[in-house]
């Protein structure tokens, strides 16, 4: 059983560009979290998704970022016109049924913007 | 709101000796509690998970325990080894939140 994939591992992007991220849960998790951890800083939840709705997104900024889980296909973490701020690694988890069950994180894509 | 708290924020000891690192949360109401470790650059690495009606946990040199009532959990590692150098982190799920409630870690150097 595949873990938590996600990819890009290393994503380079310039200013003003997008950037997108995507995850791949455990097989049978149906319950996505993604997470930042900016640099010197702890890691950050910023939104929790379901198979096709968004849960609670009150960690995320109110503008550039998105995310989605689509009925097929990975879940996607989505930044428009990105700063050097936006510079992080983003964790992906999985978790099978419910927000109480273990969370399995994925290795990360660290984003850098120059 | 949840908030973890980790001590101390970092951590440099000889090999072999037992070493204690502390978490706590601001709310009870937890769901489970697990521990981390996270190596420079690199992902999360699950070391335990509790869960609210457990006391503790064991794995290898490792041991966790969760006190939810007063809003403490301790891993204890046994002889440690340089190997076990990294950043370990403490997260609680629940508490009024749905994603994971982290600390921001306590860097642990081991010296051979």
């Known amino acids: 059983n595949a873990g938590v994939m996600q990819n890009p591992r290393h994503l380079v992007r310039r200013r003003g560009q997008e950037a997108r991220l995507r995850c791949s849960p455990m097989k049978g998790h149906s319950h996505v979290y993604w997470y930042r951890q900016l640099p010197e800083e702890g890691l950050k939840f910023m939104v929790y998704?379901?198979?096709?709705?968004?849960?609670?997104e009150s960690g995320m900024p109110k503008e550039r970022f998105s995310a989605e889980f689509p009925k097929e296909g990975p879940s996607i973490l989505r930044i428009q016109q990105v700063v050097r701020g936006d510079s992080a690694a983003y964790f992906c988890a999985s978790s099978p049924l419910s927000r109480a069950d273990e969370q399995f994180f994925g290795p990360g894509t660290r984003l850098t913007v120059l | 709101k949840q908030e973890v708290t980790q001590i101390p924020a970092a951590l440099s000891v000889p090999e072999g000796e037992n070493l204690v690192l502390n978490c706590s949360f601001t709310?009870?109401?937890?769901?489970?509690l697990q521990w981390f470790r996270q190596d420079p650059g690199k992902g999360l690495t699950s070391l335990l998970l509790i869960q609210s009606s457990q006391r503790e946990q064991t794995s290898g040199r490792l041991n966790a325990s969760l006190d939810k009532s007063s809003g403490r959990s301790t891993l204890y590692i046994a002889a440690s080894q340089p190997g076990d150098s990294a950043t370990y982190l403490c997260?609680?799920?629940?508490?009024?939140?749905?994603?994971?409630?982290f600390g921001k870690g306590t860097h642990l150097i081991i010296q051979p």
């Open positions: 998704l379901q198979k096709e709705n968004i849960i609670d």
């Open positions: 997260a609680v799920q629940g508490g009024g939140a749905d994603g994971l409630t």
């Open positions: 709310d009870s109401a937890i769901y489970n």
